[in-house]
């Protein structure tokens, strides 16, 4: 008997194939599959790929499946039965909840709960019995999403620009120089969401115009990062979120501040659907990989705790409606080690 759990959104789909005593059999990646901002067509073809990929000839074994899929309900359960009906013709149980769901699951056995989650989006969801009773934030870029991914990189992307048009202003004999990592780290001020700060020694706005402008800022450096901006789709900033850690790491001021106020902005998030004495988890990219923002959060949450893999979680949830209770508590964590050691396709040697 197997059991197969699928964790898809925006960004990626990952699906996780288990034995019911919790020993990986199989691992499948593919881009997003959240049908409302994709497209039904291309959610069915990437969350296929990560089914096939993880299961392949293994499904007619496949006793049960759990799939926490981000978007609208409806369009979800409608892109489960798409992709699943012609994979599994006998119909196992084939269970579809929200992506809050499965990251809940992936940190605890616990039934009820908060769920606080920053990837290149963020929202917190209040849990209860397994599942997803309200929740905060979660609005999209244009108005929300705080402490995610995207606003820290929409931050450290607007920093830069003001720093450099700061330098601009004070230096203007010297159009050119804006563009050398060494001269924007001398920038004088910044500009971030909901305030003006120092540049400090400028190291982000250094990772920031490295990134953006890889051939150089040339003598119009402002310009330049403003149409390397616009010329992307606007989540890529999210992109930039990982240097905000790095310069926070190496002391920059400005990265520690916004650093400093994603976390309280995430801390909020979760405070307004948390019931105390109920178990948080932290979830999504920005705050599973170690770094100060995970630890920012942790020091506001003091009882909050990380999320394994959620493939695994759902993968869990799907085994412990096979399972005793007691068996199910005693096997969540194998199923939701992270694979991060783990070669990408796993050994199907213990397979049927």
Not at 223 to 250: D, G, I, K, M, Q
């Amino acid at each position: 008997m197997l059991v197969l759990g699928v964790d898809a959104g925006g960004t990626s789909s990952r699906a996780a194939l288990f034995t019911m005593d919790g020993a990986p059999a199989g691992r499948g990646h593919a881009p997003g599959a959240n049908p409302v901002t994709l497209g039904m067509d291309q959610a069915c073809a990437h969350l296929t790929a990560a089914v096939q990929e993880a299961a392949a000839a293994s499904l007619p074994h496949v006793s049960a499946v759990v799939l926490g899929l981000a978007g609208n309900p409806g369009a979800c359960r409608a892109l489960a039965a798409r992709v699943l009906r012609p994979l599994l013709p006998q119909g196992p149980p084939v269970r579809v909840v929200g992506d809050t769901v499965t990251a809940f699951a992936a940190g605890t056995a616990a039934p009820s709960g908060t769920v606080l989650i920053s990837g290149t989006g963020a929202i917190a969801a209040k849990i209860t019995d397994r599942e997803q009773t309200a929740t905060s934030d979660g609005y999209g870029w244009l108005l929300g999403d705080e402490g995610s991914g995207f606003w820290l990189g929409h931050a450290a992307a607007r920093a830069t620009v003001h720093a450099l048009a700061a330098l601009a202003t004070e230096s203007p004999a010297s159009p050119a120089s804006p563009g050398s990592p060494a001269s924007a780290g001398s920038a004088g001020s910044a500009e971030s969401p909901g305030s003006t700060r120092s540049s400090g020694d400028g190291r982000l706005v250094a990772l920031v115009v490295r990134r953006l402008l890889p051939e150089g800022a040339g003598e119009d450096p402002v310009a330049r990062l403003t149409a390397a901006v616009h010329a992307r789709p606007p989540l890529a900033l999210a992109e930039l979120a990982p240097l905000v850690s790095r310069a926070a790491e190496a002391g920059d001021p400005v990265a520690r501040a916004l650093v400093a106020e994603a976390a309280a902005r995430l801390a909020s998030t979760a405070a307004r659907v948390h019931e105390p004495g109920l178990p948080i988890v932290l979830a999504g990219s920005v705050l599973t990989s170690e770094g100060p923002v995970r630890r920012a959060v942790e020091d506001l949450l003091a009882d909050a705790v990380t999320a394994g893999d959620a493939a695994g979680g759902a993968a869990w949830l799907a085994a412990r409606e096979l399972l005793p209770e007691a068996d199910s508590r005693g096997l969540h964590a194998a199923f939701t080690r992270r694979p991060d050691r783990l070669s990408h396709r796993t050994s199907r040697a213990a397979l049927p």
